[in-house]
């Protein structure tokens, strides 16, 4: 069973930069699609980047050029760089691991840019 645990959040000024860190225990880590989301408040949860077991990578169009998505699977972890940070990219992101057609999150961390 995947267990996730995200760090790495917090207050940044417009313009900033953050990692994401998500820590991945479980055997079968290696096989799963990963992906974080993130939840603004009175929003939706939404996609914001994905990584392939393969290492194939996917952003939505708001993140594209700023956010990388990356995977050390000898390390079961995955990160997400994002660099110039918008206050509309405030939100709790959360990791998402999805394998043999089972979805595990992690409890979220909060990400809060001011403007």
């Known amino acids: 069973q995947v267990q996730l645990v995200e760090s790495g959040g917090g207050l940044v000024q417009a313009g900033g930069s953050l990692r994401l860190s998500c820590e991945a225990s479980g055997s079968t880590v290696r096989f799963a699609d990963m992906a974080w989301y993130r939840q603004a408040p009175g929003k939706q949860r939404e996609l914001a980047a994905r990584?392939?077991?393969?290492?194939?990578?996917a952003y939505i169009d708001s993140v594209k050029g700023r956010f990388t998505i990356s995977r050390d699977n000898a390390k079961n972890m995955v990160y997400l760089q994002m660099n110039n940070l918008k206050p509309e990219d405030t939100a709790v992101y959360y990791c998402?691991?999805?394998?043999?057609?089972?979805?595990?999150w992690g409890q979220g961390t909060q990400v809060t840019v001011s403007s």
């Open positions: 998402n691991a999805a394998a043999f057609g089972v979805s595990r």
């Open positions: 990584i392939t077991s393969g290492g194939n990578t």
